[in-house]
């Protein structure tokens, strides 16, 4: 009796452990099951959460759940990219970042990077271009180091600090042959301050790009002087400007966004994700949407891949941070 | 231009829109009017939904938001005593005490009705003068706001009433509390080693902090306090709409002056809605006969809050219409609901998109006009929470705050601001410190400095702040300013002791942390 109990028991267990077995790897199979968080570490409204709602709504499609987009901006973006990082990692929350991960780390804001997520895919590459108002003198990207030798420690350059665009001036400042010390960096905390800045012809030049101002472009508001990308871009207001290449800089410079999940998810989820992305950047009309209005060229990239390609980019903007001072 | 607005209007009055509009008022009143919500909350939630909407619907709900939210904060402020939003501050100076003295429905009245008003004559402005506003704003530098908030600063000492050194301690408070989280140059500072310290305190935790606890904790002492004249009030819930009327008919100027400050201070940049009903009520109090009659509940006070913090609504409008550049961030979600649509504000919107600018003025016009609908409805309502007894009220109100507070960043750490400097406002009042300064201090530091250091980065002399003319203009103000007000605070000094104590500000009869 006591014999037949014990097998039972045995039998049982067995039997229960191989259907939780199952029903984990059942679980997997019906990923995702709930809807799922993405955080935005930017305000609401701005290009980043714009450019990834946008691309958000489409993915929601290939998931079958929602993906709700959580704005939560603070400290330089890295409040947001600290919560996706201590999440947990069921795949349930993403991040939608880009560079900053890398230029808060290289910034000594905090002790992380990329190393810390387990990167989804890159969505979008969004080219920054020097910008100045129309009564300025210098035509383009090319007259930049004449000017200032012209005018020396006089010429001011607005930047948000430890942003993308101050790492942008940096490598322009090298490719040109131009000492920091010889400009004036001024910092302002956003896009819209340095835009009114330059409105006011407070400062010389500022970075911008076609998501904020390709209509400032179009009606003559702003002078954009270049495009720091080996082909010019697309659309109309945006295919008269030359590339740095074009001018004889030798510079690549974009803003990268992807979306980012925290380390330990499971590799079949990361998949499933990059996958629904794939497809959401494969629709005609997001693209066109992404290219004219929002400026931005859809690259999407995953697996390897994007981890070569985050790696790559992390070691450029440290060569790049040598010359800044934190 | 005329066919486009009449063609807009059309669009605007359809059925389907007009109910979006409703529908966005609705929900603004009711995010502005609980403490910690916030115009930007509401409209933040309703950002989603326009996505789906074709540009004009989008557009006209948000609007709807804007404006039911700027009129939702005064319930808030008269019926709790707590401000709904930072815009809504000084609208409880008078709000309150007029509730508490038994007329809620007369306060709520008139803050509805000069919310109109504000509205609708910043409309005008925008329209009439919007692009010349624009042009104006650009002169506006760092400079021009350093010393504007400068100005609005040399407040305190109208605002501490009497207590002039407490009050100018509680304002360096509130601006060093600013200075937590990182500077402008990515140093962190007085951050004690703590990640979650390092984006600072969020503003409106701390002010619905300081404000709600508080009053909440007043509210809860006078339940235990049997002498309180409080009790003997008798609460006349209903709407004395003829009186409103005259009292709005008897302040024609201050409505005006108000509507004039909210709409030229919403256009400016840099400097936030917030600061606008500060100097409104500052300037109703300086021109009026009887300024020592302010803060008891007259209806001078809640016009000039409530006129002025409507007109921002039309006048935030204007940089962002005539220059593509938001003038906060209600606008930069407006915005990005308009660039959603393949619109991009800006000069070019004028030419290329008039049907829709003509929409933004339609709306903001029907929406002023359904948001009086819906508080005639709805203030019949609003003014029962005065029978709400206070062992109900403070602990609903205590949660609405805390979940307003977490909604607006999503972080848990807020909650903790919220209680942290609820702790410290009731503290504080208990001392008798005036909390008003502290706030102002708490909304202005960041952008001071901000602005300040800025203005040096460009050009490094101190002169120039007197050498530009509208900067050299607004530090004269700022001394004006204060001779004033120390005048008028020994005034009010000396008439305390003719009275032997027993003026209207005397802390026993009147909630202490409003002047």
């Known amino acids: 009796m006591k014999h037949n109990k014990i097998i039972s028991i045995i039998f049982s267990s067995t039997i229960a452990a191989s259907a939780s077995a199952f029903s984990l790897s059942a679980a997997a199979d019906t990923y995702p099951e709930q809807d799922i968080r993405m955080v935005i570490p930017y305000g609401a409204g701005g290009p980043t959460d714009i450019i990834f709602r946008q691309i958000a709504r489409e993915a929601e499609k290939e998931l079958g759940v929602s993906i709700i987009p959580v704005n939560m901006s603070g400290a330089g973006a890295t409040l947001g990219s600290r919560n996706v990082k201590d999440a947990e990692p069921d795949g349930y929350t993403i991040l939608g970042g880009h560079d900053n991960i890398a230029l808060s780390y290289i910034a000594g804001m905090v002790d992380y990077s990329y190393d810390a997520f387990a990167p989804v895919a890159r969505v979008t590459q969004t080219f920054n271009m020097p910008t100045t108002y129309p009564a300025h003198p210098v035509m383009d990207a090319s007259e930049i180091p004449q000017y200032i030798e012209d005018h020396p420690g006089e010429v001011k350059f607005s930047m948000i600090p430890t942003s993308t665009d101050h790492f942008f001036w940096m490598q322009m400042f090298d490719a040109m042959g131009i000492d920091v010390a010889d400009v004036k960096l001024i910092s302002y905390p956003d896009t819209t301050e340095q835009m009114s800045a330059l409105m006011a012809e407070e400062i010389d030049f500022t970075i911008t790009n076609a998501a904020c101002c390709s209509s400032f472009y179009a009606d003559g508001t702003f002078r954009p002087l270049g495009v720091a990308h080996s082909e010019r871009l697309s659309g109309e207001a945006l295919q008269d400007i030359k590339t740095f290449q074009e001018m004889g800089f030798d510079m690549e410079s974009a803003t990268s966004r992807g979306i980012f999940a925290p380390t330990g998810t499971p590799q079949e989820r990361i998949d499933i994700l990059a996958d629904a992305f794939e497809t959401a950047l494969q629709n005609a009309d997001l693209k066109e949407k992404l290219i004219t209005e929002l400026g931005s060229e859809p690259s999407f990239l995953a697996g390897q891949e994007y981890q070569d390609f985050l790696q790559e980019n992390q070691h450029s903007l440290e060569k790049v941070a040598e010359n800044i001072a934190f | 231009m005329a066919e486009f607005f009449t063609h807009a209007l059309s669009l605007v009055s359809s059925p389907s829109v007009l109910l979006l509009i409703t529908i966005g008022v609705l929900f603004g009143i009711i995010g502005g009017s609980i403490p910690g919500f916030t115009v930007t909350m509401a409209i933040l ?279 593509g550049i938001p003038g906060d961030l209600p606008m930069a979600i407006m915005m990005g609901v308009l660039i959603l649509h393949g619109i991009t504000p800006g000069p070019l919107m004028f030419e290329q998109n008039p049907v829709l600018v003509g929409a933004i003025y339609a709306s903001l016009l029907i929406g002023a006009i359904v948001m009086v609908l819906c508080q005639l409805f709805l203030v019949r309502w609003f003014a029962r929470i005065a029978l709400i007894p206070q062992q109900v009220l403070v602990p609903v109100v205590l949660m609405l705050c805390a979940i307003g507070a977490y909604a607006l960043n999503n972080n848990l750490f807020d909650i903790w601001v919220l209680f942290g400097f609820g702790i410290i406002g009731y503290l504080l009042w208990k001392a008798d410190v005036p909390l008003t300064p502290l706030i102002l201090g708490v909304v202005l530091g960041n952008n001071l400095e901000q602005q300040l250091f800025r203005a040096l980065e460009l050009d490094g002399s101190w002169l120039t702040f007197l050498t530009r003319p509208l900067s050299a203009t607004f530090i004269v103000l700022s001394v004006l300013s204060v001779i004033l007000a120390l005048r008028q605070n020994k005034k009010i000094n000396m008439q305390r002791t003719d009275d032997g104590g027993s003026s209207p500000l005397h802390r026993d009869s009147t909630p202490d942390h409003k002047p």
């Not at chain 2, 005008?124 to 600063?153: C, D």
């Not at chain 2, 009030?233 to 004395?240: A, E």
């Not at chain 2, 004039?260 to 606008?276: E, M």
């Open chain 2, 45 to 323: 939630v309703v950002f989603p939904f326009t996505f789906a909407m074709d540009p004009v619907s989008g557009v006209s709900i948000m609007i709807g938001v804007f404006v039911g939210g700027y009129s939702g904060g005064l319930v808030s402020g008269v019926m709790l005593g707590i401000p709904g939003t930072p815009s809504s501050i000084t609208t409880v100076y008078d709000g309150y005490p007029m509730a508490l003295k038994g007329e809620p429905g007369r306060a709520l009245g008139i803050g509805v009705l000069a919310s109109f008003i504000g509205t609708v004559i910043s409309v005008a402005v925008l329209v009439l003068f919007g692009p010349l506003l624009a042009k104006f704003s650009m002169n506006f530098r760092p400079w021009e706001i350093s010393t504007l908030i400068l100005f609005a600063l040399t407040l305190v000492a109208g605002l501490s009433n009497g207590r002039l050194l407490k009050g100018m301690l509680a304002a360096a408070l509130g601006l060093l509390i600013t200075t937590v989280g990182y500077d402008r140059n990515s140093n962190i500072r007085f951050d004690f080693d703590l990640p979650t310290l390092s984006s600072g305190f969020e503003i409106l935790p701390v002010m619905i902090g300081i404000f709600a606890f508080s009053q909440l904790m007043e509210n809860i002492e006078k339940l235990g306090d049997k002498d309180s004249a409080h009790k003997n009030v008798s609460m006349n819930v209903t709407i004395p709409y003829a009186k409103i009327v005259k009292d709005i008919m008897g302040q024609k100027i201050n409505t005006l002056r108000s509507s004039l400050i909210g709409s030229l201070v919403g256009a400016l940049p840099g400097t936030g809605g917030t600061v606008a009903n500060f100097i409104s009520y500052d300037q109703a109090k300086k021109f009026s006969r009887h300024p020592e009659k302010f803060g008891t509940g007259i209806p001078n006070g809640i016009i000039a809050s409530e006129a002025s913090n409507s007109a921002v609504a039309g006048g935030s409008f204007v940089p962002t219409l005539a220059l």
